[in-house]
């Protein structure tokens, strides 16, 4: 079956632009998860969904991020005001179920670039 | 505040030995440990993981031992093979679904 898309895949912005990156999670997946991964790091923690619901946004660096997911499935990351430090790949994953211990799948990425 | 590391960059095996892959945590809170691998232009992709109740989970030539009074686990993979080639990501969570990764160790298996 289908896993996780991303898009675009490739994003380059102005600094100051608004951006809106796109999830389609894998059909069915309750939970929803945004990375923010740069350059020679792992990972970072953003935000997460389960169903339309934001359980947890601590990881969202400023107010200029804002993620959504408003029917249960498809998530947008928007990013207001680009700034050079913006610039990082995007990961998307998603869960089938609420535990802790269900596997997340990742979408490929969306690579920001704020010039 | 890195809760999760990875302290080797990269490791070079040759095909057929041992791959040994660390990983050292902070936090006593978390109880759930998994390995991801990432090859370029792809998202990571879920290898192996283990509960904190166990000390050891086998998956074919992929085995994860998770020491906890040293808050250390590590991967190994036997035999490795060339298309074992890729970035290794540790990561850890408390219980709750946000997972927290190490910067990632490069292998490079050569024939």
């Known amino acids: 079956g289908a896993g996780v898309s991303q898009s675009p895949r490739y994003k380059v912005a102005k600094r100051g632009q608004d951006v809106a990156l796109r999830c389609d999670p894998i059909s069915g997946h309750v939970s929803l998860f945004w990375y923010q991964q740069a350059l020679g790091q792992g990972p970072e923690f953003l935000t997460y969904f389960q169903n339309e619901a934001q359980l947890d946004k601590s990881g969202l660096p400023s107010d200029r991020f804002f993620a959504e997911r408003p029917e249960g499935s498809v998530s947008t990351l928007k990013i207001q005001r680009t700034q050079q430090e913006d610039s990082a790949v995007y990961l998307c994953a998603s869960s089938f179920g609420r535990r802790g211990t269900d596997t997340q799948y990742f979408g490929p990425g969306t690579r920001l670039t704020v010039l | 505040d890195q809760q999760v590391k990875q302290n080797s960059p990269s490791l070079s095996v040759q095909e057929g030995r041992i791959s040994i892959l660390n990983c050292d945590y902070t936090n006593s809170m978390f109880d759930y440990f998994l390995w991801y691998k990432k090859y370029p232009a792809e998202g990571p992709t879920f290898l192996i993981s283990?509960?904190?109740?166990?000390d050891k989970n086998e998956d074919g030539r992929f085995t994860v031992f998770l020491n906890k009074s040293a808050k250390h686990l590590s991967l190994h993979i036997v035999p490795s093979q060339p298309g074992d080639s890729a970035v290794y990501f540790c990561?850890?969570?408390?219980?709750?679904?946000?997972?927290?990764f190490g910067t990632g160790t490069r292998l490079l298996v050569s024939p």
């Open positions: 283990i509960s904190s109740i166990k």
């Open positions: 990561a850890a969570s408390t219980g709750f679904q946000k997972l927290v």
